[in-house]
T-cell receptor, first 120, second 116 residues
Framework: GAVVSQHPSWVICKSGTSVKIECRSL??????MFWYRQFPKQSLMLMAT?????????EQGVEKDKFLINHASLTLSTLTVTSAHPEDSSFYIC????????????????FGEGSRLTVL | AQSVTQPDIHITVSEGASLELRCNYS??????LFWYVQSPGQGLQLLLK??????LVQGIKGFEAEFKRSQSSFNLRKPSVHWSDAAEYFC??????????????FGTGTQLKVEL
């Protein structure tokens, strides 16, 4: 199956600093990437949807200035947590899908391994 | 709005016993349905999916799921559980793609523990 890789898998930072997490599709071109946040023992909450070359669409309640998403190429999307605070500590997971917007998609998402952010 | 309910937060089964994880969904049309498994500290792995056709879907690792429209359910089953199946299982529902990506809604998950 298709491979999606996230980096870093674990990051610790000081409060007030910014952290960038990368999500790469290694063997396919991802027209759409999704970013999720997962709190301990809870489900995945969709944060935003990003399409290559356009602005990300954020879910209600997600601060777009806090969580900057860039999808500069068909194989890379980045999530930058700006001015991180302890409450931003979480497990962030990306997923990617491919397809032709004109004809529809397979519908399958491929997930990265996740990135655990700890803000001190 | 679409939603997914997984009624069981935790389930414990003995190795070799059968397993059924429940999933109920709410969606205004025919949905895409998925089951994912997550090991601790890991991303999600797709077990199986239902788009259309045969309502009994076979997946990886010996799992299967049955789509029952009348009950709005998509329960996951396995005839004989292995200790390595211990993990968190998520049911998800999404719209049939019409352009722009497949936006899934996840259930809260069911934590499976396997007793040896």
């Amino acid at each position: 199956g298709a491979v999606v890789s996230q980096h870093p898998s674990w990051v610790i930072c000081k409060s007030g600093t910014s952290v960038k997490i990368e999500c790469r599709s290694l063997d396919f071109q991802a027209t759409t990437m999704f970013w999720y946040r997962q709190f301990p023992k809870q489900s995945l909450m969709l944060m935003a949807t990003s399409n290559e070359g356009s602005k990300a669409t954020y879910e209600q309640g997600v601060e777009k200035d806090k969580f900057l998403i860039n999808h500069a190429s068909l194989t890379l999307s980045t999530l930058t947590v700006t001015s991180a605070h302890p409450e931003d500590s979480s497990f962030y997971i990306c997923s990617a899908s491919w397809g032709n917007p004109r004809t529809g998609m397979d519908g399958e998402l491929f997930f990265g391994e996740g990135s655990r952010l700890t803000v001190l | 709005a679409q939603s997914v309910t997984q009624p069981d937060i935790h389930i414990t089964v003995s190795e070799g016993a059968s397993l059924e994880l429940r999933c109920n969904y709410s969606y205004g049309a025919t949905p895409y349905l998925f089951w994912y498994v997550q090991s601790p500290g890991q991303g999600l792995q797709l077990l199986l999916k239902y788009f259309s056709g045969d309502t009994l879907v076979q997946g990886i690792k010996g799992f299967e799921a049955e789509f029952k429209r009348s009950q709005s359910s998509f329960n996951l089953r396995k005839p004989s559980v292995h200790w390595s199946d211990a993990a968190e299982y998520f049911c998800a529902v999404g719209p049939i793609f019409t352009g722009g990506g497949n936006k899934l809604t996840f259930g809260t998950g069911t934590q499976l523990k396997v007793e040896l």
